[in-house]
Antibody
Framework: EVQLVESGGGLVQPGRSLRLSCAAS????????IHWVRQVPGKGLEWVSG????????GYADSVKGRFTISRDNAKNSLYLQMNSLRPEDTALYYC??????????????WGQGTLVTVSS | QSALTQPASVSGSPGQSITISCTGT?????????VSWYQQHPGKAPKLMIY???KRPSGVSNRFSGSKSGITASLTISGLQAEDEADYYC???????????FGGGTKLTVL
């Protein structure tokens, strides 16, 4: 069974940092791109960042470029999101999502349950 | 990376068909056949319903279908059922910087 479990969320002050993790199981992790997607409670989905199976392709939304860094450790079946210079508008539920086909980038067949990040003083 | 445009809400009666539109630009929807659709029930993670404009993942009902014309993609749900009531989001590859862009979401109400 495919599972994605996010952790690392919490309450943080503006300007501080936070590191999210996503632990994957039930599939060949090093064959698939994985992305972060966030959602303000009660609002829509926003793509944040993605990383290819071998970390060769990485993308960021303009809203987080220069502040967030995505990475993965295939030996540990884990995905990370280092979030620096956090802003109140980064407050959201952060999902990790697996792409549906090996080698592809574009659509997500499995999602975690999310980890909530709240940026507030 | 502007969000794709979706209607805020649509509604239909059981058994009817509805269509949700998703309008982008020539840089995203208009340039790539890489539009996907997601269904999200309250408190749940999104579920992939359509990928690459028209393809259905295994297990998704054939009542769900997708199409695209120019810069507008569409999701059609036929034979509406009560369990279809949910939020629906489109998503497109946007090319530049390997980015993806979601629509603002559409709340479907089954009357």
């Amino acid at each position: 069974e495919v599972q994605l479990v996010e952790s690392g969320g919490g309450l943080v002050q503006p300007g501080r940092s936070l590191r999210l993790s996503c632990a994957a199981s039930g599939f060949r992790f090093d064959n698939y791109a994985i992305h972060w997607v966030r959602q303000v409670p009660g609002k829509g989905l926003e793509w944040v960042s993605g990383i290819s199976w071998n970390s060769g392709v990485i993308g960021y939304a303009d809203s987080v470029k220069g502040r967030f860094t995505i990475s993965r450790d295939n030996a540990k079946n884990s995905l990370y999101l280092q979030m620096n210079s956090l802003r109140p508008e980064d407050t959201a539920l952060y999902y990790c999502a697996k792409v549906s086909r090996a080698g592809e980038w574009y659509d997500f067949d499995y999602w975690g349950q999310g980890t909530l990040v709240t940026v507030s003083s | 990376q502007s969000a794709l445009t979706q209607p805020a809400s649509v509604s239909g009666s059981p058994g009817q068909s509805i269509t949700i539109s998703c309008t982008g630009t020539r840089s995203d929807v208009g340039s790539y056949n890489l539009v996907s659709w997601y269904q999200q029930h309250p408190g749940k993670a999104p579920k992939l319903m359509i990928y690459e404009v028209t393809k259905r993942p295994s297990g998704v009902s054939n009542r769900f279908s997708g199409s695209k014309s120019g810069i507008t993609a569409s999701l059609t749900i036929s034979g509406l059922q009560a369990e279809d009531e949910a939020d629906y989001y489109c998503c497109s590859y946007a090319g530049s910087g390997s980015s993806l862009v979601f629509g603002g979401g559409t709340k479907l109400t089954v009357l």
